[in-house]
């Protein structure tokens, strides 16, 4: 279920692409037609099935290069200790029992992020959405 999280990493299949002057890696999901011709239909119950009758429930495109999986952990573990540290928590534990999650305003959530600034070097961290 977090396979398109990986995506896009060193480790993950497919080839990186230049495009524009930004690398990208091609990504296919398991439901894909083409995931699904090559051996994933079981997953989704179509076994059975004709190549031309496979209904897909996945997608295949390209998504950001985004290095190896031990550098975006790095950042996806930094992520997790700072969210423990607003809401006052030293353990896992401790953050499912206390933290709440509250709902904002697209304003707001416009707001939260970089704004009224030209992003001039990417933070590992942070992207806009492409």
Wanted: glycine share 12%; charged share 25%.
């Amino acid at each position: 279920m977090i396979g398109s999280l990986f995506a896009g990493t060193d480790e993950s299949p497919g080839e990186i692409i230049l495009l524009q002057g930004r690398s990208f890696k091609s990504y296919r999901g398991m439901g894909s037609l083409s995931a699904m011709k090559e051996g994933s239909r079981d997953r989704y119950a179509q076994e059975n099935e004709a190549e031309a009758k496979l209904v897909p429930e996945g997608i295949e495109g390209r998504v950001p290069y985004k290095g190896t999986i031990a550098a975006m952990v790095v950042q996806l573990v930094g992520g997790l200790r700072a969210g423990m540290g607003y809401c006052g928590c030293a353990t896992i534990r401790e953050l499912q029992e206390k933290s709440k999650f509250i709902r904002i305003t697209s304003a707001g959530l416009k707001e939260s992020h970089v704004h009224d600034v030209i992003i001039t070097k990417e933070a590992p961290n942070y992207q806009l959405e492409q």
